[in-house]
């Protein structure tokens, strides 16, 4: 049986990480695009304006939504579950929507978000909510095991959203309100399908969307054992994150937010492997807690741990190396002063994906007030880091702007996720030394080969002007060497032998399965 489910596991896994490869090309075109589209004030108050909207969401969440997929991948069939977390998020966002309207009706909004319109901030608060069933549904569906239906109809939304910003790009339509409504439009065709798969799924039968009173308070109480312990972090959380980009906003404006939201999408397209592949994961860590299996979780963790930091690493670091190239192609020279920030913001995503999985367990085990109070102090010795990189030097600062935000972002992230590392390790019964040592070898080893290649196609291609084309055959290159380096020592990416043939036999597959379809 426990063959049976690491099969399973493995199928989705690298399904997902196929389709994946498969989009990698459509996000870069469509970041390629967006930037350039919105210029960098646009482009960093549409950020500016999510992020706050995700950060109070999240905050009145209150860390429920991880509670939510824990439960639901331990016990598929809990669809009172469901229908209690849906009236949830419904309460929630009404809730927000009320303070927004006193904000507005105060003008307290003026202060909050500085320089904002007030169309743009109900649009974003609208944005976050969709953002936030989106992501719901998309963990009901990886609960449920659905995730290569998924993956499937997913790609062809992404191809569909790529045709509709180069339609809207190539007519110059693309300004801060037509890009929202091309946000709420791929969200739409995304929910859609997630509801389309959760329809058919035999364990989702709900019979009525009414909840008795004795239902709803039993939920009430489970939720609040298992996440009261993050109520403090989740409120610290959302002050700390909105205080950074507040006060980028206040002492840098926004097209600072702009340099910061570019160098963060960056990062963002870096970690879309590891983000991709961690709801499954942290799936078969619930399943296998609620069963009692602490050796199994161990093995997961001892596997895909380092393979996905690997797998980040080996896009982060090459991305840090040609962060020039990177913001000019994204960006155009519009965006030429956030280099910096997108070269230091690109290492972000490989110990994010280390903190996703290390979460994934204390979230698993129920260890939340562990989790709190480390994230607790990371967040509290932050904001006085983040002061002191963005105010102007006349207010005791570096005046470092984005770069300063990059700076704070990736030093905290590194350490915090090493605590966590720790303590994760402890509980598994693993070794925590043999995890830094992955990551300074992987990094390290990754930063030397990205600097080697890029180096010897400069010197090749010297005095030519097309830097898409400098940059393609560098990252060719460089996935070769990686490739290489891969099938010699595939213990870098925590795999083995039989590993490395079960990956090849896969890819393999789906090569002669298209070869026999044309």
């Given at each position: 049986?426990a063959?049976?489910?690491n099969?399973?596991?493995k199928?989705?896994?690298?399904?997902k990480?196929?389709?994946?490869?498969?989009?990698?090309?459509?996000?870069?075109?469509?970041?390629?695009i967006?930037p350039?589209g919105?210029g960098?004030?646009?482009?960093?108050?549409?950020?500016?304006?999510?992020?706050?909207?995700?950060?109070?969401?999240n905050?009145?969440?209150?860390?429920t939504?991880?509670?939510?997929?824990?439960?639901?991948?331990?016990k598929?069939?809990?669809?009172?579950?469901?229908?209690?977390?849906?009236?949830?998020?419904?309460a929630?966002s009404?809730?927000?929507?009320?303070?927004?309207?006193i904000?507005?009706?105060?003008?307290?909004?003026?202060?909050i978000?500085?320089?904002?319109?007030?169309?743009?901030?109900?649009?974003?608060?609208f944005?976050?909510?969709?953002i936030?069933i989106?992501?719901?549904?998309?963990?009901m569906?990886?609960a449920?095991?659905?995730?290569?239906?998924?993956?499937?109809?997913?790609?062809?939304?992404?191809?569909?959203?790529?045709?509709?910003i180069g339609v809207?790009?190539?007519?110059?339509?693309?300004?801060?309100?037509?890009?929202f409504?091309y946000?709420?439009?791929l969200?739409?065709?995304?929910?859609?399908?997630?509801?389309?798969?959760?329809?058919?799924?035999?364990?989702?039968?709900?019979?009525?969307?009414?909840?008795?009173?004795i239902?709803?308070?039993?939920?009430?109480?489970?939720?609040?054992?298992?996440?009261?312990?993050l109520?403090i972090?989740?409120?610290l959380?959302?002050?700390a994150?909105?205080?950074d980009?507040?006060?980028?906003?206040?002492?840098g404006?926004?097209?600072?937010q702009?340099f910061?939201?570019?160098s963060?999408?960056?990062?963002?397209?870096?970690?879309?492997?590891?983000?991709?592949m961690?709801p499954?994961?942290?799936?078969?860590?619930?399943?296998?807690?609620?069963k009692?299996?602490?050796?199994?979780?161990?093995?997961?963790f001892?596997?895909?741990?380092?393979?996905?930091?690997?797998?980040?690493?080996?896009?982060a670091?090459?991305?840090?190396?040609?962060?020039d190239?990177?913001t000019?192609?994204?960006?155009?020279g519009?965006f030429?002063d956030?280099t910096?920030?997108?070269?230091?913001?690109?290492?972000?995503?490989?110990?994010?994906?280390?903190g996703q999985?290390t979460?994934?367990?204390?979230?698993?085990?129920?260890?939340?007030?562990?989790?709190?109070n480390?994230?607790l102090?990371?967040?509290?010795i932050?904001?006085?880091?983040?002061?002191?990189?963005?105010?102007?030097?006349?207010?005791?600062?570096?005046?470092?702007?984005?770069?300063?935000?990059?700076?704070?972002t990736?030093?905290?992230?590194?350490?915090?996720?090493?605590?966590?590392?720790?303590?994760?390790?402890?509980?598994?019964h693993?070794?925590?030394?043999?995890?830094?040592?992955?990551?300074?070898?992987?990094?390290?080893s990754?930063?030397?080969?990205?600097a080697?290649?890029t180096?010897?196609?400069?010197?090749?291609?010297l005095?030519?002007?097309n830097?898409?084309l400098t940059?393609?055959?560098?990252?060719?290159?460089?996935?070769?060497?990686?490739?290489?380096?891969f099938?010699?020592?595939?213990?870098?990416?925590?795999?083995?032998?039989?590993d490395?043939?079960y990956?090849l036999?896969?890819?393999h597959?789906k090569s002669?399965g298209?070869?026999?379809?044309?």
């Amino acid at each position: 049986m426990a063959e049976q489910i690491n099969d399973s596991l493995k199928k989705r896994y690298f399904y997902k990480l196929f389709c994946n490869m498969l989009c990698i090309p459509i996000s870069l075109l469509c970041q390629g695009i967006i930037p350039r589209g919105l210029g960098p004030k646009n482009y960093g108050d549409f950020n500016y304006l999510t992020n706050f909207f995700s950060q109070i969401l999240n905050f009145l969440g209150m860390g429920t939504s991880i509670g939510f997929y824990t439960k639901l991948s331990q016990k598929p069939n809990r669809n009172k579950l469901v229908v209690f977390y849906l009236y949830f998020i419904g309460a929630v966002s009404f809730l927000v929507l009320v303070l927004v309207i006193i904000a507005q009706v105060t003008g307290l909004y003026k202060k909050i978000l500085p320089d904002q319109g007030l169309l743009y901030i109900y649009l974003a608060l609208f944005l976050g909510i969709f953002i936030w069933i989106n992501e719901v549904m998309n963990q009901m569906v990886d609960a449920y095991g659905l995730t290569v239906s998924a993956e499937i109809r997913k790609s062809f939304q992404k191809i569909a959203g790529l045709i509709l910003i180069g339609v809207l790009f190539i007519y110059n339509k693309i300004n801060l309100f037509n890009f929202f409504l091309y946000n709420f439009i791929l969200l739409f065709m995304s929910i859609l399908i997630f509801i389309s798969l959760i329809r058919k799924e035999p364990r989702f039968n709900i019979d009525t969307l009414k909840l008795k009173v004795i239902e709803i308070k039993k939920h009430i109480i489970e939720f609040y054992e298992y996440s009261h312990p993050l109520f403090i972090y989740a409120v610290l959380s959302a002050i700390a994150n909105i205080f950074d980009r507040w006060l980028l906003q206040v002492f840098g404006g926004s097209i600072k937010q702009g340099f910061f939201a570019l160098s963060y999408q960056i990062g963002s397209i870096c970690f879309l492997f590891a983000g991709a592949m961690t709801p499954l994961i942290s799936r078969e860590f619930s399943i296998a807690y609620d069963k009692k299996d602490v050796g199994t979780m161990a093995d997961l963790f001892r596997k895909h741990i380092p393979l996905l930091c690997s797998i980040t690493a080996f896009i982060a670091c090459f991305a840090a190396v040609n962060a020039d190239k990177i913001t000019l192609i994204l960006g155009g020279g519009k965006f030429r002063d956030a280099t910096v920030a997108v070269c230091i913001m690109s290492f972000y995503p490989i110990h994010q994906a280390y903190g996703q999985l290390t979460g994934s367990v204390f979230y698993s085990t129920g260890q939340t007030k562990l989790y709190r109070n480390i994230g607790l102090f990371f967040l509290i010795i932050g904001l006085p880091i983040t002061y002191f990189m963005i105010a102007p030097k006349n207010n005791m600062g570096l005046d470092a702007g984005a770069t300063g935000l990059a700076i704070k972002t990736v030093l905290i992230n590194i350490l915090s996720v090493n605590v966590l590392l720790y303590y994760s390790a402890r509980f598994l019964h693993l070794t925590f030394w043999k995890f830094v040592a992955h990551q300074i070898i992987v990094i390290a080893s990754f930063v030397l080969c990205a600097a080697c290649v890029t180096s010897v196609i400069n010197k090749i291609f010297l005095g030519h002007s097309n830097i898409i084309l400098t940059f393609a055959i560098s990252g060719i290159l460089y996935a070769f060497v990686i490739g290489a380096f891969f099938l010699w020592k595939p213990i870098i990416f925590g795999l083995n032998r039989k590993d490395v043939n079960y990956i090849l036999s896969f890819f393999h597959k789906k090569s002669r399965g298209k070869n026999a379809q044309k």
